[in-house]
Protein backbone atom coordinates (compact mmCIF):
# COMPACT_ATOMS: atom_id res chain seq x y z
CA UNK A 1 0.00 0.00 0.00
CA UNK A 2 1.41 3.43 -0.47
CA UNK A 3 2.31 5.87 2.22
CA UNK A 4 -0.19 7.83 3.46
CA UNK A 5 2.26 11.02 2.46
CA UNK A 6 1.89 9.99 -1.39
CA UNK A 7 -1.63 9.40 -1.25
CA UNK A 8 -2.73 12.77 0.65
CA UNK A 9 -0.59 14.49 -1.89
CA UNK A 10 -2.43 12.91 -5.22
CA UNK A 11 -5.36 13.66 -3.48
CA UNK A 12 -3.97 17.33 -3.37
CA UNK A 13 -3.35 17.11 -6.95
CA UNK A 14 -6.76 16.01 -8.25
CA UNK A 15 -8.96 18.49 -6.42
CA UNK A 16 -6.55 21.33 -7.95
CA UNK A 17 -7.21 19.90 -11.41
CA UNK A 18 -11.22 19.77 -10.54
CA UNK A 19 -10.94 23.80 -9.54
CA UNK A 20 -8.88 24.03 -13.29
CA UNK A 21 -11.98 21.70 -15.10
CA UNK A 22 -14.97 23.50 -12.93
CA UNK A 23 -13.18 26.87 -13.61
CA UNK A 24 -13.20 25.95 -17.23
CA UNK A 25 -16.47 25.05 -17.39
CA UNK A 26 -18.29 27.69 -15.95
CA UNK A 27 -16.30 30.47 -18.52
CA UNK A 28 -17.49 28.09 -21.07
CA UNK A 29 -21.10 28.22 -20.49
CA UNK A 30 -20.92 32.06 -20.01
CA UNK A 31 -18.98 32.12 -23.38
CA UNK A 32 -21.39 29.86 -24.85
CA UNK A 33 -24.35 32.01 -23.81
CA UNK A 34 -22.60 34.63 -25.50
CA UNK A 35 -22.38 33.11 -28.39
CA UNK A 36 -25.86 31.74 -28.45
CA UNK A 37 -27.35 35.66 -28.67
CA UNK A 38 -24.34 35.94 -31.49
CA UNK A 39 -26.84 33.25 -33.39
CA UNK A 40 -30.04 34.54 -32.22
CA UNK A 41 -28.93 37.87 -33.60
CA UNK A 42 -27.76 36.21 -37.31
CA UNK A 43 -31.49 35.15 -37.74
CA UNK A 44 -33.48 37.92 -38.61
CA UNK A 45 -30.81 38.57 -41.16
CA UNK A 46 -30.81 35.18 -42.32
CA UNK A 47 -34.50 34.97 -42.79
CA UNK A 48 -34.14 37.96 -44.24
CA UNK A 49 -31.09 37.73 -46.99
CA UNK A 50 -32.57 34.27 -47.87
CA UNK A 51 -35.70 35.78 -49.08
CA UNK A 52 -34.08 38.59 -51.26
CA UNK A 53 -31.94 36.13 -52.65
CA UNK A 54 -34.58 33.65 -53.53
CA UNK A 55 -36.92 36.59 -54.89
CA UNK A 56 -34.14 37.95 -57.61
CA UNK A 57 -33.14 34.49 -58.12
CA UNK A 58 -36.16 33.65 -59.45
CA UNK A 59 -36.39 36.46 -62.32
CA UNK A 60 -32.92 35.93 -63.60
CA UNK A 61 -30.65 33.70 -65.80
CA UNK A 62 -27.83 31.16 -64.04
CA UNK A 63 -25.68 32.69 -66.48
CA UNK A 64 -25.34 36.12 -64.82
CA UNK A 65 -23.67 35.29 -62.19
CA UNK A 66 -20.73 32.71 -62.04
CA UNK A 67 -21.65 31.71 -58.63
CA UNK A 68 -24.61 30.15 -59.80
CA UNK A 69 -23.21 28.08 -62.57
CA UNK A 70 -22.85 24.69 -62.50
CA UNK A 71 -19.41 23.44 -63.79
CA UNK A 72 -19.77 20.40 -65.96
CA UNK A 73 -16.63 18.63 -64.75
CA UNK A 74 -15.64 18.98 -60.93
CA UNK A 75 -12.58 17.69 -60.34
CA UNK A 76 -11.56 20.30 -57.74
CA UNK A 77 -13.41 20.39 -54.91
CA UNK A 78 -12.75 22.84 -52.28
CA UNK A 79 -13.64 22.37 -48.49
CA UNK A 80 -14.15 24.65 -45.81
CA UNK A 81 -13.03 23.20 -42.46
CA UNK A 82 -14.28 24.80 -39.14
CA UNK A 83 -12.67 23.82 -35.72
CA UNK A 84 -11.95 24.89 -32.72
CA UNK A 85 -8.54 26.87 -32.08
CA UNK A 86 -8.35 25.34 -28.57
CA UNK A 87 -8.76 21.29 -27.44
CA UNK A 88 -10.10 20.14 -24.24
CA UNK A 89 -13.83 20.20 -25.65
CA UNK A 90 -14.13 16.39 -26.20
CA UNK A 91 -14.58 15.14 -29.24
CA UNK A 92 -16.01 18.00 -31.12
CA UNK A 93 -12.75 18.21 -33.25
CA UNK A 94 -12.27 14.90 -33.50
CA UNK A 95 -15.63 14.54 -34.72
CA UNK A 96 -15.11 16.96 -37.77
CA UNK A 97 -11.62 15.58 -39.08
CA UNK A 98 -13.59 12.36 -39.02
CA UNK A 99 -16.28 13.72 -41.10
CA UNK A 100 -13.47 15.38 -43.60
CA UNK A 101 -11.69 12.03 -43.76
CA UNK A 102 -14.81 10.33 -44.89
CA UNK A 103 -15.61 12.74 -47.41
CA UNK A 104 -12.25 12.38 -48.83
CA UNK A 105 -12.81 8.49 -48.89
CA UNK A 106 -16.27 9.02 -50.48
CA UNK A 107 -14.49 11.40 -53.40
CA UNK A 108 -11.60 9.23 -54.21
CA UNK A 109 -11.36 10.68 -57.85
CA UNK A 110 -11.36 14.46 -57.61
CA UNK A 111 -8.71 16.29 -55.78
CA UNK A 112 -9.64 17.78 -52.49
CA UNK A 113 -8.39 21.40 -51.70
CA UNK A 114 -8.46 22.77 -47.96
CA UNK A 115 -9.58 26.24 -46.80
CA UNK A 116 -9.20 26.04 -42.69
CA UNK A 117 -10.95 27.69 -40.13
CA UNK A 118 -9.63 27.14 -36.74
CA UNK A 119 -6.12 25.79 -35.82
CA UNK A 120 -6.98 22.04 -34.82
CA UNK A 121 -8.13 21.28 -38.04
CA UNK A 122 -5.39 22.86 -39.62
CA UNK A 123 -2.55 21.12 -37.35
CA UNK A 124 -4.44 17.78 -37.71
CA UNK A 125 -4.53 18.09 -41.36
CA UNK A 126 -0.94 20.14 -42.23
CA UNK A 127 1.20 17.05 -41.69
CA UNK A 128 -0.22 14.81 -43.98
CA UNK A 129 -0.87 15.13 -47.70
CA UNK A 130 -3.54 17.58 -48.76
CA UNK A 131 -3.35 20.55 -50.25
CA UNK A 132 -4.13 23.51 -48.33
CA UNK A 133 -5.36 26.31 -49.78
CA UNK A 134 -5.77 28.87 -47.14
CA UNK A 135 -5.88 28.75 -43.52
CA UNK A 136 -8.12 31.22 -40.58
CA UNK A 137 -6.41 30.66 -36.97
CA UNK A 138 -6.46 34.36 -35.45
CA UNK A 139 -10.18 35.08 -34.39
CA UNK A 140 -10.19 32.55 -31.50
CA UNK A 141 -13.52 32.33 -30.43
CA UNK A 142 -14.37 35.90 -31.33
CA UNK A 143 -15.66 36.15 -34.67
CA UNK A 144 -16.57 39.53 -36.39
CA UNK A 145 -18.36 39.67 -39.64
CA UNK A 146 -14.95 40.75 -41.52
CA UNK A 147 -13.57 37.50 -40.88
CA UNK A 148 -16.45 35.65 -42.80
CA UNK A 149 -15.94 38.55 -45.65
CA UNK A 150 -12.36 37.78 -45.85
CA UNK A 151 -13.03 33.59 -45.84
CA UNK A 152 -15.63 34.39 -48.50
CA UNK A 153 -13.98 36.30 -50.76
CA UNK A 154 -10.90 33.62 -50.82
CA UNK A 155 -13.62 31.45 -51.93
CA UNK A 156 -15.77 33.13 -54.10
CA UNK A 157 -12.46 34.23 -56.00
CA UNK A 158 -11.13 30.31 -56.12
CA UNK A 159 -14.39 29.06 -57.46
CA UNK A 160 -14.52 32.06 -60.36
CA UNK A 161 -11.02 31.48 -61.13
CA UNK A 162 -12.03 27.43 -61.59
CA UNK A 163 -9.40 26.74 -58.67
CA UNK A 164 -11.69 24.67 -57.03
CA UNK A 165 -15.24 23.66 -59.09
CA UNK A 166 -17.45 23.09 -56.09
CA UNK A 167 -17.17 24.54 -52.37
CA UNK A 168 -18.42 22.96 -49.42
CA UNK A 169 -17.90 23.49 -45.99
CA UNK A 170 -18.12 20.94 -42.89
CA UNK A 171 -18.95 22.01 -39.47
CA UNK A 172 -20.43 21.48 -36.29
CA UNK A 173 -24.11 21.70 -36.08
CA UNK A 174 -25.39 23.21 -32.96
CA UNK A 175 -28.09 21.12 -32.46
CA UNK A 176 -28.01 22.14 -28.24
CA UNK A 177 -25.97 22.62 -25.58
CA UNK A 178 -24.70 19.10 -25.30
CA UNK A 179 -25.10 18.01 -28.91
CA UNK A 180 -23.62 19.05 -32.12
CA UNK A 181 -23.45 17.22 -35.58
CA UNK A 182 -20.54 17.66 -38.25
CA UNK A 183 -22.29 18.58 -41.00
CA UNK A 184 -21.69 18.70 -44.84
CA UNK A 185 -23.23 22.02 -46.69
CA UNK A 186 -22.68 23.43 -50.04
CA UNK A 187 -21.82 26.57 -50.58
CA UNK A 188 -20.82 26.68 -54.39
CA UNK A 189 -22.51 26.98 -56.62
CA UNK A 190 -25.27 28.43 -55.10
CA UNK A 191 -28.75 26.48 -55.24
CA UNK A 192 -31.65 28.69 -55.32
CA UNK A 193 -34.96 27.88 -53.82
CA UNK A 194 -37.84 27.07 -56.37
CA UNK A 195 -40.33 30.06 -55.21
CA UNK A 196 -43.68 29.32 -56.41
CA UNK A 197 -45.23 31.58 -58.97
CA UNK A 198 -47.93 32.90 -56.48
CA UNK A 199 -44.76 34.33 -54.21
CA UNK A 200 -42.84 36.25 -56.47
CA UNK A 201 -43.63 39.91 -56.37
CA UNK A 202 -43.30 42.18 -58.84
CA UNK A 203 -40.39 44.19 -57.57
CA UNK A 204 -39.40 47.51 -58.91
CA UNK A 205 -36.03 46.81 -59.29
CA UNK A 206 -32.95 49.49 -58.90
CA UNK A 207 -30.98 48.88 -60.59
CA UNK A 208 -31.48 45.65 -62.93
CA UNK A 209 -32.36 42.76 -61.06
CA UNK A 210 -29.28 41.71 -62.81
CA UNK A 211 -26.86 43.93 -61.04
CA UNK A 212 -28.47 42.94 -57.85
CA UNK A 213 -27.71 39.41 -57.71
CA UNK A 214 -24.20 40.09 -58.77
CA UNK A 215 -23.98 42.23 -55.22
CA UNK A 216 -26.32 40.24 -53.33
CA UNK A 217 -24.87 36.30 -53.90
CA UNK A 218 -21.51 37.33 -52.59
CA UNK A 219 -22.63 39.00 -49.59
CA UNK A 220 -25.23 35.83 -49.22
CA UNK A 221 -22.28 33.15 -49.19
CA UNK A 222 -20.67 35.78 -46.68
CA UNK A 223 -23.31 35.28 -44.65
CA UNK A 224 -23.34 31.49 -44.95
CA UNK A 225 -19.65 30.93 -43.88
CA UNK A 226 -20.36 33.68 -41.23
CA UNK A 227 -22.96 31.20 -39.55
CA UNK A 228 -21.61 28.26 -40.09
CA UNK A 229 -19.06 29.93 -37.97
CA UNK A 230 -21.16 30.82 -35.42
CA UNK A 231 -22.67 28.04 -34.96
CA UNK A 232 -19.44 26.29 -34.40
CA UNK A 233 -18.25 28.63 -31.94
CA UNK A 234 -21.25 28.07 -30.32
CA UNK A 235 -20.92 23.97 -30.13
CA UNK A 236 -17.22 24.59 -29.45
CA UNK A 237 -18.25 26.17 -26.15
CA UNK A 238 -20.98 23.94 -25.09
CA UNK A 239 -18.82 20.64 -25.98
CA UNK A 240 -16.09 22.27 -23.68
CA UNK A 241 -18.58 22.84 -21.12
CA UNK A 242 -19.95 19.41 -21.35
CA UNK A 243 -15.98 18.17 -21.47
CA UNK A 244 -15.50 19.85 -18.16
CA UNK A 245 -18.43 18.61 -16.55
CA UNK A 246 -17.58 15.49 -17.19
CA UNK A 247 -14.43 16.05 -16.08
CA UNK A 248 -14.85 18.20 -12.66
CA UNK A 249 -17.66 14.69 -12.16
CA UNK A 250 -14.60 12.37 -12.91
CA UNK A 251 -12.77 13.93 -10.56
CA UNK A 252 -15.09 13.70 -7.68
CA UNK A 253 -15.45 10.32 -8.10
CA UNK A 254 -11.21 9.81 -8.00
CA UNK A 255 -11.29 11.81 -4.70
CA UNK A 256 -13.47 9.64 -3.01
CA UNK A 257 -11.67 6.81 -4.03
CA UNK A 258 -8.36 8.03 -2.84
CA UNK A 259 -10.25 9.38 0.29
CA UNK A 260 -11.30 5.62 1.26
CA UNK A 261 -7.62 4.32 0.61
CA UNK A 262 -6.26 7.14 2.34
CA UNK A 263 -8.32 6.16 5.01
CA UNK A 264 -7.38 2.50 5.06
CA UNK A 265 -3.77 2.92 5.22
CA UNK A 266 -4.20 5.13 8.24
CA UNK A 267 -6.38 2.73 10.22
CA UNK A 268 -4.01 0.08 9.39
CA UNK A 269 -1.49 2.18 10.36
CA UNK A 270 -2.85 2.44 13.98
CA UNK A 271 -3.46 -1.12 14.42
CA UNK A 272 -0.14 -1.68 13.29
CA UNK A 273 0.65 1.00 16.16
CA UNK A 274 -1.81 -0.66 18.86
CA UNK A 275 -0.78 -4.12 17.90
CA UNK A 276 3.12 -3.13 18.96
CA UNK A 277 1.98 -1.33 22.07
CA UNK A 278 0.38 -4.59 23.00
CA UNK A 279 3.03 -7.13 21.91
CA UNK A 280 5.81 -4.65 23.63
CA UNK A 281 3.75 -4.13 27.32
CA UNK A 282 3.57 -8.32 26.22
CA UNK A 283 7.00 -9.30 26.68
CA UNK A 284 7.16 -6.86 29.47
CA UNK A 285 5.51 -9.48 31.52
CA UNK B 1 -52.61 59.10 -41.42
CA UNK B 2 -53.28 56.08 -39.75
CA UNK B 3 -50.75 53.66 -42.17
CA UNK B 4 -47.15 53.32 -40.97
CA UNK B 5 -44.95 51.40 -42.33
CA UNK B 6 -42.79 48.31 -41.06
CA UNK B 7 -39.11 48.97 -40.48
CA UNK B 8 -36.81 45.94 -39.99
CA UNK B 9 -32.96 46.71 -40.00
CA UNK B 10 -30.42 43.90 -39.81
CA UNK B 11 -27.06 43.41 -39.99
CA UNK B 12 -25.56 39.91 -40.01
CA UNK B 13 -24.26 40.84 -36.46
CA UNK B 14 -27.62 41.86 -34.81
CA UNK B 15 -31.41 42.56 -35.17
CA UNK B 16 -30.93 47.27 -35.05
CA UNK B 17 -34.50 47.89 -35.60
CA UNK B 18 -37.68 46.53 -35.75
CA UNK B 19 -40.49 49.57 -35.00
CA UNK B 20 -43.12 51.09 -36.76
CA UNK B 21 -42.36 54.36 -38.86
CA UNK B 22 -44.47 57.15 -41.06
CA UNK B 23 -41.35 57.91 -43.53
CA UNK B 24 -37.92 56.52 -44.67
CA UNK B 25 -35.10 58.05 -46.61
CA UNK B 26 -32.19 55.59 -48.02
CA UNK B 27 -29.28 56.07 -49.83
CA UNK B 28 -30.19 54.10 -52.81
CA UNK B 29 -26.71 52.92 -54.85
CA UNK B 30 -28.43 55.95 -57.63
CA UNK B 31 -29.95 57.94 -55.11
CA UNK B 32 -31.35 58.73 -52.35
CA UNK B 33 -35.20 57.63 -52.06
CA UNK B 34 -38.25 58.43 -49.68
CA UNK B 35 -40.79 55.80 -49.00
CA UNK B 36 -44.22 56.66 -47.59
CA UNK B 37 -46.82 53.76 -46.58
CA UNK B 38 -48.65 52.28 -50.14
CA UNK B 39 -45.15 51.95 -51.68
CA UNK B 40 -44.72 49.90 -54.98
CA UNK B 41 -42.73 46.75 -54.15
CA UNK B 42 -39.32 47.64 -54.61
CA UNK B 43 -35.86 46.00 -54.17
CA UNK B 44 -32.57 48.25 -54.50
CA UNK B 45 -29.06 48.46 -53.36
CA UNK B 46 -27.76 50.85 -51.13
CA UNK B 47 -24.62 52.49 -50.49
CA UNK B 48 -22.43 53.89 -47.99
CA UNK B 49 -24.88 56.47 -46.53
CA UNK B 50 -27.52 57.91 -44.09
CA UNK B 51 -30.83 56.45 -43.41
CA UNK B 52 -33.54 58.57 -42.04
CA UNK B 53 -36.92 57.79 -40.28
CA UNK B 54 -39.22 59.22 -39.24
CA UNK B 55 -41.68 58.45 -36.17
CA UNK B 56 -44.28 60.98 -35.06
CA UNK B 57 -43.01 63.96 -36.32
CA UNK B 58 -39.31 62.75 -34.55
CA UNK B 59 -36.54 61.99 -37.29
CA UNK B 60 -33.82 59.12 -36.16
CA UNK B 61 -30.57 58.83 -38.37
CA UNK B 62 -28.91 55.75 -38.88
CA UNK B 63 -25.51 54.48 -40.52
CA UNK B 64 -25.79 52.69 -43.17
CA UNK B 65 -22.74 50.80 -44.51
CA UNK B 66 -24.03 49.47 -47.66
CA UNK B 67 -26.68 46.55 -47.96
CA UNK B 68 -30.04 46.48 -49.70
CA UNK B 69 -33.32 47.57 -49.11
CA UNK B 70 -36.74 45.98 -49.56
CA UNK B 71 -39.97 47.43 -49.70
CA UNK B 72 -43.12 45.12 -49.82
CA UNK B 73 -47.03 45.23 -48.02
CA UNK B 74 -45.63 48.50 -45.94
CA UNK B 75 -42.93 46.14 -44.73
CA UNK B 76 -39.19 47.69 -45.00
CA UNK B 77 -36.80 45.38 -44.86
CA UNK B 78 -33.27 46.72 -44.98
CA UNK B 79 -30.14 44.44 -44.96
CA UNK B 80 -27.08 46.28 -44.22
CA UNK B 81 -23.39 44.95 -44.35
CA UNK B 82 -23.03 46.90 -41.00
CA UNK B 83 -25.12 49.89 -39.63
CA UNK B 84 -25.24 51.94 -36.71
CA UNK B 85 -27.77 53.98 -34.83
CA UNK B 86 -27.06 57.44 -34.35
CA UNK B 87 -27.67 58.02 -30.91
CA UNK B 88 -25.39 55.14 -30.33
CA UNK B 89 -22.13 56.50 -32.22
CA UNK B 90 -19.57 58.01 -29.62
CA UNK B 91 -18.63 61.82 -31.22
CA UNK B 92 -15.41 61.96 -29.99
CA UNK B 93 -14.62 58.42 -31.31
CA UNK B 94 -16.03 59.10 -34.24
CA UNK B 95 -13.87 62.01 -35.00
CA UNK B 96 -10.61 60.04 -33.80
CA UNK B 97 -11.26 57.26 -36.46
CA UNK B 98 -11.82 59.79 -39.11
CA UNK B 99 -8.42 61.79 -38.38
CA UNK B 100 -7.09 58.27 -38.23
CA UNK B 101 -8.61 57.42 -41.51
CA UNK B 102 -7.54 61.05 -43.02
CA UNK B 103 -4.08 60.06 -42.18
CA UNK B 104 -4.05 56.19 -43.60
CA UNK B 105 -5.22 57.87 -46.56
CA UNK B 106 -2.61 59.58 -46.83
CA UNK B 107 -0.11 56.89 -46.69
CA UNK B 108 -1.80 55.47 -49.31
CA UNK B 109 -1.52 57.93 -51.95
CA UNK B 110 1.76 56.64 -52.74
CA UNK B 111 1.34 52.92 -52.75
CA UNK B 112 -0.97 51.44 -55.20
CA UNK B 113 -3.97 51.62 -56.34
CA UNK B 114 -5.85 48.66 -54.33
CA UNK B 115 -5.15 50.30 -50.95
CA UNK B 116 -5.39 53.88 -52.14
CA UNK B 117 -9.17 52.51 -52.72
CA UNK B 118 -9.79 50.53 -49.48
CA UNK B 119 -8.43 53.04 -47.40
CA UNK B 120 -11.04 55.83 -49.26
CA UNK B 121 -13.53 53.74 -48.53
CA UNK B 122 -12.84 53.36 -45.18
CA UNK B 123 -12.90 57.51 -44.78
CA UNK B 124 -15.59 57.90 -46.52
CA UNK B 125 -17.27 55.36 -43.60
CA UNK B 126 -15.88 57.46 -40.83
CA UNK B 127 -16.58 60.44 -42.50
CA UNK B 128 -20.45 59.32 -42.35
CA UNK B 129 -20.40 58.04 -38.95
CA UNK B 130 -19.39 61.29 -37.74
CA UNK B 131 -22.04 63.08 -39.68
CA UNK B 132 -24.62 61.00 -38.10
CA UNK B 133 -23.43 61.71 -34.96
CA UNK B 134 -23.02 65.46 -34.86
CA UNK B 135 -27.26 65.31 -35.69
CA UNK B 136 -27.73 64.51 -32.30
CA UNK B 137 -25.57 66.58 -30.54
CA UNK B 138 -27.45 69.42 -30.45
Same mark, same amino acid.
Do not use: K, N, T
Given at each position: MAGMRDIKRKIKSVKNTQKITKAMKMVSAAKMRKAQDAMAAARPYAYNIRNVVNNIGAR /?? $? $? /????LQKKEEVNNIGLVVITS?? @??? @? @?FNANIIKKVLAFVRENPSKKIKFYFVGRKGYDFFRKREYEILKKYITFGGKVRYDDAIEIGKAVGDDFVNGVVDEVYTIYNEFKSVAYQVPKVEKLLPLSLEETESENTIDYLYEPSPESLIKEILPRYLNFSIFSAILESIAGEHGARMAAMDNATRNAGELIKKLEITYNKARQAAITKEILDIVNGAEALK | MAEKLKLELVSPERQLLSIEVDEVVAPGVEGDFGVLPGHTPFLTALRVGELVYKQNGVEDYVAIDRGFFEVVDDRVTVLAESAELGREIDLEEAIRRKLEAEKALEAARHEDEMKFRKVEAELRRELLRVSVAERYRK
Open positions: /VS $E $E /VHPFDR @GLC @G @G | -
